[in-house]
């Protein structure tokens, strides 16, 4: 990166600095501040129009450092500018949907004519309408990420070090003035607008800054293939994109305008979820910077990289969208039943609710991915032609045989939160299934001229831990959740007696409740000695009986739990009359059996 726009970066930082708390004071002192509404996430008074000061600290360096004439970096602050004047008067006057939609279409169309398009290889009909498509997208797509103190400034930052990254590549002066400009005014907005945010950046600031993304973004792939020209742009913007298909997915599918607001975002997700605001932010920056390397990868890498690359983090995100849209999704009442829903809705509908067909087109996206890095680690990236066409021709034949096998396998029998064991074995029955009945069709097709045998079993490893890894997603995506939350106030301390099985499903239980009466499990107590000091969950085995005064003065619990059926009477005495000396409450977890009839 030149020394140029290194400079532009740090005047646009320094403006924004000086800029931001100006424009605070003066929304404060005018009464400018967003007022709490029950579809919207913040609780108190916001200074707004925070994006009038980003917008003035991004047009600094471009003044102060790049000539005034119709180059890239000018076109697009104009057509920027356009976007600009619409949010600030949504802001002022709150305009209606389809007249800020005409706005941004108006908006991508200029930055279009001014040369800031998608360019594919082979595809340059359809360029024009892609382009504006993708601008009006994007601009939206920020501007619904707009919803957390933090979130949207900091994605933006982030997407714009990866885009920055491939621009550099390109020694395209004016558009690296133009991100270092962004980049700038962004960060020193970020420090007034993360958590507990004094300054909202409101439409003036999600529109104009998501529309320069969307374009910046245009100009981001290096390589000029049709995989890099449509993965590199979708990779680094991925979050917002993201959040945007799960809300309007999840909306459309309960009767709600896509436009109105709400708190059904990602980030509310998380948070409904027991994280704090700041843990749920933190972990959609690490997406975005998890996207943002995925862009430099493909933007990079050759043609079977990149796709295996790109797979890889679509599978992941699209995992962690339909994790986030069960754990928090509500309908009206009586939409289950209803009958008058329009047929894209009835799809959406079966696609979120029967989830098969998502289990088979992600199993689809394995499959191929397994196969075709099979033959990465046999023979390399830059494989012999012969090869190559050997993969593509055999590919549907050993999609066809997986999916045979998976089915009699019963791959499709379970249910994703409850994959245990059993389903375990299933998978690696059907994965190994699929790899000889593969072999065995090849063979009668194609005599196995030319193929490896050494591809066949590292397809069928390969497929089984995706295949395994992906059903275990939910368990894994709640246990991090689960060790992300933060200590509730006034939680109330328990020991478990009895380091069994049924003391981990209480400490699992126990810790993923996030009712009004938070219970925080300290330690075990159990008597088999070989168990002392070892760890369940992350919760030690404190001692034994004999060690329960002690225990008590190291933890203070204030609550004692028995998980167990197995503690002698004597021991159940001792446990009693220390309680009781100590006013503790005892309680016991069993399976019950009931007869009803």
């Keep these: 990166m030149s020394s140029e726009g290194l400079r532009a970066g740090l005047l646009a930082f320094l403006a924004s600095l000086a800029f931001v708390p100006l424009m605070r004071f003066v929304a404060q002192r005018r009464g400018w501040v967003c007022v709490p509404k029950a579809d919207r996430w913040s609780k108190r008074p916001v200074a707004l129009f925070g994006g009038v000061a980003i917008f003035l600290a991004f047009l600094v360096p471009l003044f102060a450092l790049v000539p005034l004439g119709l180059n890239s970096a000018w076109t697009l602050a104009a057509a920027g ?288 991915s397994a196969y075709c890095l099979a033959y990465v680690l046999r023979f390399g990236f830059h494989m012999q032609t012969v090869y190559a066409e050997i993969l593509m021709s055999s590919l549907p034949l050993v999609v066809s045989a997986t999916f045979l096998c998976f089915f009699i396998a019963g791959v499709y029998r379970g249910i994703w939160r409850f994959t245990g064991p059993r389903e375990v074995v299933s998978f690696f029955a059907g994965s190994a299934a699929g790899a000889v009945l593969s072999v065995f069709l090849v063979t009668i097709l194609f005599r196995f001229e030319n193929f490896s045998r050494a591809v066949f079993p590292i397809y069928a490893m390969l497929l089984f831990i995706g295949v395994s890894m992906t059903r275990f997603s939910f368990r894994i995506i709640s246990g991090l959740i689960v060790s992300l939350r933060p200590e509730e106030e006034g939680a109330l301390k328990v020991l478990i007696y009895g380091a069994g099985d049924f003391g981990e499903i209480l400490v699992s239980e126990f810790r993923r409740e996030n009712g009004a009466s938070p219970v925080k499990p300290v330690g075990f107590l159990d008597d088999n000695k070989r168990k002392l000091n070892n760890k369940i969950h992350g919760l030690p085995v404190l001692g034994g009986i004999e060690e329960l005064e002690a225990v008590h003065r190291k933890t203070g619990f204030q609550q004692l739990v028995v998980s167990s059926n197995k503690i002698s009477r004597e021991n159940m005495d001792l446990v009693r009359q220390f309680c009781r000396a100590r006013a503790i409450p005892v309680k016991r977890y069993s399976l019950v059996s009931e007869e009803i009839l």
């Design 81 to 368: 500018c356009l976007l600009f004047l619409l949010g600030v008067v949504d802001d002022a006057l709150v305009i209606k949907p389809s007249s800020k939609l005409i706005g941004q279409i108006i908006g991508a169309s200029a930055a279009v004519m001014m040369g800031h398009q998608l360019q594919i290889p082979g595809l340059e009909l359809v360029s024009i309408p892609l382009s504006i498509f993708w601008i009006v997208a994007i601009t939206n797509a920020y501007n619904l990420i707009d919803n957390m103190d933090g979130l949207a400034a900091g994605v933006g930052v982030i997407s714009l070090a990866f885009m920055l990254a491939a621009l550099s590549s390109q020694a395209n002066r004016p558009l690296m003035f133009v991100g270092m400009s962004l980049f700038g005014s962004l960060l020193g907005f970020l420090i007034f607008n993360f958590n507990p945010a004094s300054i909202f950046m409101g439409d003036a600031g999600s529109m104009f800054v998501g529309f320069t993304l969307a374009v910046l973004s245009l100009h981001s792939d290096s390589k000029k293939s049709a995989l890099a020209a449509v993965a590199v742009p979708c990779l680094a913007l991925l979050v917002p994109l993201l959040d945007m298909t799960l809300v309007s997915a999840t909306r459309i599918l309960t009767g709600r305008s896509v436009a109105q607001g709400g708190r059904d975002h990602s980030s509310h997700r998380l948070v409904s979820l027991g994280l704090s605001e700041r843990k749920a932010v933190l972990i959609l920056y690490a997406l975005a910077g998890l996207a943002g390397g995925a862009a430099v990868i493909v933007n990079q890498a050759g043609r079977l990289s990149g796709v295996l690359a790109m797979a890889v983090i679509v599978v992941a995100f699209g995992l962690f969208g339909v994790f986030l849209s069960q754990m928090t999704f509500s309908t009206p009442t009586g939409y289950f039943e209803a009958e008058h829903k329009s047929w894209p809705t009835q799809i959406l509908f079966q696609l979120t609710f029967k989830r098969r067909i998502l289990e088979v087109v992600l199993d689809l996206i394995l499959m191929m």
